[in-house]
């Protein structure tokens, strides 16, 4: 099995500046391990803690299972009871599990770019633990981005040309944000759907406005993205129900979908709003897929981390 070139960075924090190869390297790299390609072996122990200060299922439980195959010694960490809660900074919480040891810092954080005032430090305040972004406030989400496009290659084996449609709550959403960036730069065409308020003319340079059953019938992915309805409660004219028949994926939006097309979903799945409840493991469906993926995917990342840090001794 061919081993796949190993991207390098000192942290993992946004795609906007990754090339187009670092991209497919990372894809390549991910597809090595899952196809069950030798796990590096670091000579010296490398420690791993994951700060979730926002919940979450699919991405912290990934990203600790993507550390525990690479052989990371994970850190448990809780906000509600750490030092957070007595006001200590997210540097100062930093500072303390670096000087205990900790190599990695996996962080998903409600402010965006929060990371800009850890790596941006001037001296003497520093940082030399390696830090991975699992996902800023509305602005990015590298990793669900990076699967997603591993998912979409593993079924077209190209970008070129793909039309992929991005539906939902758009504005709110670091998931769009991400995917349309790495979308266009690999030759998509894209386009958004879902409730006109809920688009923005930030998004009018990587694709179109179009009503979701105008282009449902070309498109090659459509990717739903979670209603988020904490953010929503107080739009009096908002309904899962009214959504569900205006902009959701219904069985009889799901029969006029191409032969080969997919559905993809981050997750978590609002049943009944985004999509049907009988779609979400339906032929055309790709959301465990994803969840398999970002396994893989992150295993790629952290490691991009640990060689650009010249950590674990190799």
Same mark, same amino acid.
């Given at each position: ?6 991207? #390098? ?21 991910? $597809? ?41 010694? #994970? ?75 591993? #998912? ?7 970008? $070129? ?154």
């Amino acid at each position: 099995m061919e081993v796949a070139k190993i991207v #390098t960075l000192q942290h993992f924090l946004t795609v906007k500046k990754l090339q187009v190869e670092q991209v497919e390297s990372l894809i390549a790299r991910a $597809t090595f391990f899952k196809n069950g390609g030798a796990v590096p072996q670091f000579e010296t122990p490398l420690y791993a803690a994951n700060l979730f200060f926002e919940n979450s299922t699919r991405t912290h439980c990934s990203f600790e299972m993507a550390e525990r195959k690479l052989g990371l010694q #994970t850190i448990p960490f809780d906000p509600s009871t750490s030092s957070v809660s007595k006001g200590e900074t997210l540097y100062d919480t930093l500072l303390a599990l670096e000087s205990i040891g900790v190599n990695l810092a996996v962080i998903r954080h409600s402010q965006n770019e929060y990371y800009r005032d850890l790596v941006e430090l001037t001296p003497p305040q520093k940082l030399e633990m390696g830090i991975v972004n699992a996902g800023d406030g509305s602005g990015q989400h590298p990793s669900q981005s990076l699967l997603d496009m591993m #998912t979409i290659a593993e079924q077209f084996g190209s970008f $070129t040309g793909l039309k992929v449609v991005i539906v939902g709550d758009l504005t709110n959403s670091r998931v769009a944000r991400s995917n349309m960036e790495l979308l266009q730069r690999l030759g998509a065409q894209l386009y958004f759907s879902g409730p006109r308020c809920w688009y923005s003319e930030e998004f009018a340079a990587y694709g179109t406005y179009r009503p979701l059953d105008e282009v449902l019938p070309q498109m090659d992915v459509v990717m739903l993205l979670r209603v988020q309805h904490e953010r929503h409660q107080a739009e009096a004219d908002f309904s899962a129900a009214s959504y569900h028949t205006k902009y959701g994926l219904t069985e009889k939006r799901y029969a006029q979908l191409k032969e080969k097309a997919i559905i993809m979903h981050p997750g978590p799945i609002n049943r009944g709003v985004e999509l049907s409840s009988s779609l979400v493991e339906a032929p055309k469906s790709r959301f465990t897929t994803q969840m398999q993926n970002g396994v893989f995917m992150r295993m790629a990342m952290l490691e991009s981390v640990i060689r650009g840090r010249h950590l674990g001794g190799r």
